[in-house]
């Protein structure tokens, strides 16, 4: 009788063994100004007497993998299309993330968060028509014929200031020239208890210089030029430096 | 028609006028598939209403039907009139009590690739969900659909037609959500500009733009061409069918806030005041054809639109940042207009399909 509990007890410990599944790993997008919840249309303080608001910000958000000590990397997706401009539409809707969710992530200690803003260029050699409307690649609005390229990233707004006129301001990123890949070190045990990552962007630091010193948007508020990316791979490289990472 | 079934009528519901069966009429639905003009997007159907021969013949019918109004007086096509790009040439569109709506009918044409939102506000999603709506409207066809089901059941020919659309087997089973779906179907045919000069241009490459009209896709998609001034047009209206995927205030009306709109657009689906007074970009495939322009048609002519984009528009908070005074000649703003009438096809793809039956 013992010797069939025991081999029942075995059994039990196995099957649930069989059954054990890592937990869903969540990304959460937060999108910031200076600290606070950003609210499409909502002016907050730029740099000297300006202020600024947003009323677009979306981005593709690519090939994002975790890397653990010992430097296995795995993928947690392939691409995703944040659109802040569409969540962050009041006070309330701008404290709610935008939040997608990760199955089959082992559980494990992972060192380094990787994402790229955009598309890369296989990718980017594909055009809007190559897909059904449920992938974000079949956004039309995010292809931009003229440069056979897809827009990986579109921040818009106006700048305000009593003394001077409005000042429409637009950045609408392409091409495979400003593809950018992003390593960011993490200390991070992902395990039942901790399964959760929060990205922060702060609008912000979109345009910093350097210090207090900001991106003179008067002087050239917008650029969707392939002949002068420079403007678009400053905003790109930025967001970077404007993103922070919590996990819960 | 009809009266001939007359003989299967099942005799536990004598008297029931709409119970008449139907199993004695093939129903063999042949599918359809359907080939898009070059640079259109994928086509798409939903898994529960795929496309058949059978259920776009019924969805025809009921379209030029003034069977779906109270009065037996309008159809889908009154004011989706084939001759006009499937819309019917007037501002305000006026229903069966001559009540006039509040935007502009829009055009059907290449409809069955909108995957984002119908309307000038995108208040619903799908075709079927869609057709449902102007039967029952008070300032359109102000009818009930009981009322049509049972007339449609009653009627000499539909019953026929549904079965072979959809396989019932009594009129009694035909219902709003079959008649919609098969409207949707019909819809979702009425495909055309790959006869359009654009895309012989751009795909069959038997001819070429004017200098005009080259000068004009210049303009419209900034193309980086020196000299050439970006019109932004192409930040709304971009893609195979010129559309745009999200809604926009295009500086129509001046305001200091975002209430103060005669028509709140977006943001009465949204709720959300920052949506106020943004609409659709609709397609400009058939343009030239599809006048007045904007969700009120307060636009006569291309040309008046044009002028409205080159002014830059009226201040609003939330007017998009593309939308500014373009500083176009003469020359510039012919040159779109002669682009966007590239953009004509009076053609269909289906054409034998898209006809009035009755």
């Known amino acids: ?248 | 028609m009809l009266s001939c079934l007359q003989a299967c009528k099942d005799d536990t519901n004598s008297g029931v006028d709409t119970d008449v069966r139907l199993t004695e009429i093939p129903f063999d639905p042949e599918s359809f598939e359907v080939s898009s003009p070059d640079g259109f997007p994928i086509f798409e159907q939903p898994e529960n209403n795929p496309l058949t021969v059978e259920g776009i013949d019924l969805g025809r019918h009921l379209f030029y039907d003034p069977i779906l109004s109270r009065d037996s007086t309008m159809s889908c096509a009154s004011c989706h009139n084939p001759e006009l790009a499937f819309t019917d040439g007037k501002a305000f569109s006026p229903g069966v009590d001559g009540i006039e709506g509040p935007r502009s009918s829009m055009s059907l044409v290449n409809i069955g690739y909108n995957y984002r939102g119908l309307f000038w506000d995108g208040r619903v999603q799908s075709l079927e969900e869609q057709a449902l709506l102007p039967i029952e409207d008070p300032i359109e066809l102000h009818h009930m659909w009981d009322e049509v089901i049972q007339d449609l059941a009653q009627h000499d020919e539909y019953p026929i037609l549904f079965r072979k659309a959809f396989g019932i087997e009594n009129a009694n089973q035909i219902t709003a959500d079959l008649a919609t779906k098969a409207i949707a179907q019909f819809e979702r045919i009425l495909i055309s500009g790959g006869n359009s000069k654009y895309n012989i241009v751009k795909f069959d490459n038997t001819d070429v733009f004017t200098d005009e009209e080259l000068h004009g896709e210049d303009l419209f998609i900034d193309s980086g061409a020196a000299d050439v001034i970006d019109a932004e047009c192409s930040h709304c209206h971009h893609g195979g069918l010129f559309m745009g995927d999200d809604f926009f205030n295009n500086g129509l009306d001046s305001t200091t806030n975002f209430e103060n709109l005669v028509d709140l657009g977006r943001g009465k689906v949204t709720g959300f005041a920052v949506d106020n007074g943004k609409f659709k970009a609709p397609t400009l495939r058939n343009i030239a054809l599809t006048a007045p322009y904007m969700h009120d048609g307060r636009f006569a002519t291309l040309e008046e639109v044009v002028d409205h984009y080159d002014s830059g528009g009226h201040p609003a908070p939330n007017v998009d940042q593309n939308i500014r005074s373009l500083g176009l000649s003469d020359y510039d703003k012919a040159a779109l207009i002669d682009f966007m009438h590239t953009l004509t096809d009076t053609s269909y793809l289906y054409p034998e399909l898209v006809t009035n039956p009755h």
């Not at chain 1, 910000?57 to 296995?72: E, H, K, V």
């Not at chain 1, 002949?227 to 930025?238: G, K, M, S, V």
């Open chain 1, 1 to 248: 009788m013992k010797q069939f509990q025991f081999f029942g007890a075995i059994l039990i410990v196995l099957s649930c063994l069989g059954c054990k599944t890592d937990p869903d790993l969540t990304i959460n997008f937060f999108a910031n100004y200076d600290g606070e919840p950003l609210v499409m249309l909502k002016n907050y303080a730029y740099s000297g007497d300006d202020d600024i608001n947003f009323s677009v910000s979306d981005f593709y958000f690519s090939d994002c993998y975790l890397t653990n000590a010992d430097g296995d990397n795995v993928k947690i997706t392939d691409l995703e299309f944040i659109d802040f401009s569409a969540q962050n539409k009041d006070d309330a809707s701008a404290l709610i993330p935008i939040s997608r969710s990760y199955s089959d992530i082992p559980e494990d200690e992972y060192t380094t968060l990787t994402f790229s803003i955009g598309v890369n260029e296989t990718l980017n050699a594909t055009r809007p028509e190559d897909y059904t409307s449920d992938n974000p690649l079949s956004l039309s609005g995010h292809y931009w014929a003229a440069w056979d390229s897809y827009i990986f990233s579109k921040f818009q707004g106006t700048l305000f200031n009593d003394d001077l006129q409005d000042v429409d301001w637009l950045f609408h990123p392409g091409k495979d020239e400003v593809f950018r890949t992003f390593s960011i070190p993490i200390e991070w045990m992902f395990g039942a208890d901790n399964t959760v990552i929060n990205l922060h962007l702060d609008h912000k630091k979109l345009f910093v210089i350097e210090g207090d010193e900001y991106y003179d948007i008067r002087e050239k508020p917008t650029n969707h030029d392939p002949n002068d990316l420079e403007p678009l791979i400053f905003i790109t490289e930025n967001i970077e430096g404007a993103t922070s990472i919590t996990f819960e």
